[in-house]
DNA sequence: CTGTTAGCGCTTTCAC
DNA sequence: GTGAAAGCGCTAACAG
């Protein structure tokens, strides 16, 4: 009942072989015998099955594409704009390739049944976006997946996160979270501010961790006092900033500043600043990170380091197939730009 | 070289059939003999090959979601939601399936080359969401698309958009965009608001349509009335949603009210008002539509209309499973809530 | 409950 | 430039 690329070849009067030549069209074939056959697939309405060429060819088609969480549109930015470059409809004949989404949920092990999914599918890449989990075991785990995944062909990138070891292959374009954090601080210490609350993200997270890393490392360049009591770990949601904020704020209501581990938390951060009859940046000044589209808009604008997502993105899904050349030693650091708006100001008393 | 089913067969001592089946758990197989061929599989470190399943099962474990755009938090929210319950890791054995995002980017011939490729795929469902484009011959072109992947046994289910002719067995949980946009605009009305303008999205989109005939409905109604000069079209982005109104302020200063065509366009429209000197809502009120995350987080808070994509994604994902029984006649429809916030107040003049 | 037997539909050497 | 033939690795009747 479905047609099948021998029926094509029958229509066409040529064998399967010059079929599947012409479809894939990585073999030469006399113009007029393509032209019948492509005549052929139309008559017919011939769609080409993937999993058996997969299954025939050892590879298939498909690019996974490893996210935290697909509703955050950090990783949606980053997925599509891997997406756009992994030639799906509109790129050049015989690219076209899909993009397999799966959502981790930040979850270590749903990241290891995900690689061997897509192992399983026989993925032609992989792209892994986003921090990754701090655990050795873990960490060694996942490494261990990813060389197994090379092996089978299938091309690794990581974007967003910190190199993998060596022998895995992978490349890696990864977000200078220190250095972005260290500039929001420093930015916040020149404009005199002395006390300030730090909204961490999830514990053993890499971006957790060099986001913070940055913080504290502007604070110690600059003398100025750190304290443990104005440190909070949370989610990276706007609840957790909210709820984030009126803790910090309530051990210590001297706080002149609320440093966000990204955009969303701190759009959390500030109603928290405002619920509490607070002004920003008057009373208490807010930054976050990411530079998501949201944050111009937020009342008042947010101060904030840009990503670059959409092109790291993009460069990423270029690198996973093969269309651009892989970074000097396969790691490429992409820095972030600090926004400075109108969420951030001098402290009061200052 | 790669471990393949024979292997582990021979391993457990039993046939090929008989690892199929412990695999796939859909037969009975004695205990022990499944602990016997699991073992053999851990030992092996074997992963089954997708392809070839699915090349002889003629169904594989993916299943496609057609979004506008990833990066938009709206088909974010959906397609994670959807994700979760087509059984990803976590899900009972077995049922493993993947999400093959497919971004459109609202283009009509990217979802049937998407819609092509799903059926190249043997994909066991494809959910399609948010509004469809309104053009006679894609209609019907995407109809008998649909119709070709149901006769192959590829579920179809339609989430945020219009039903699709009834022999194309797709099952439709529509958004009721229409009320939605009658409620925020009645709204307005209550409140005292006459002179309003409507920032729509792109033409030829059923969301665009329905949600401006929502408005006029209400304007109609209640005897308000309508000029042609008070409605502009745009992406549904910050960025048009930024400029219509400027355009909308142009064309008529006296405006008391901007109903925007979603929450992206209206955090876009609150911009444009802020900056030409107008205070939200005393002089002029700004509704949204969707409620994404960011709305309540707004300054002052979006009025807009709450529509539940999370519960709408997660349930079109187990009506795609199979999981849930689909609503009756295949059609359900899912209103929206009003939800009331500081952007809109009465007009000053009123 | 388990083994045997055919393919599923395509790609790919290897000849011609 | 094109054809023939041999699988790719798995599932699904059908027996037993």
Redesign the interface.
Known sequence: M?VTLADVAARAQVSPATVSRVLNGNYPVAASTRERVLRAVDELDY??????S??AAAT?D?VGILVN?????F???M??AI??EIG???GRAGG?R??????TGGSA??EL??L???????AAAVVLTGGAVENTAHAEAVATKLRKLAD?GTKIVLCGRPPAPADTDAVALTFDNRGGGQQLTEHLIGLGHRRMGYIAGPEERTTTRHRLEGHRAALAAHGVPDNPDWTVHGRYD?RAGYEATLELLRRDPELTAVVAAND?VA??A??AV?DSGLRIPDDVSVVGFDDL??S????PALTTVRLPL?DAGARAGRIAMGREEAPPGGIATIRGELMVRGSTGAPKNS
Request: glycine fraction near 10%; charged fraction near 15%; charge should be neutral.
């Open positions: 479905t769609v080409l099955n993937g999993p058996a997969a299954l298939s498909l969480d697909i509703a955050d549109p990783f949606g930015i997925a599509g997406q756009s799906g409809p509109g076209e899909l993009a397999v989404v799966c959502n092990e749903r049944t995900y061997t999914l897509l192992q399983r599918q026989r089978a706007r969303t759009l959390g500030c109603a405002r589209p949201f111009i808009d937020a009342v959409a």
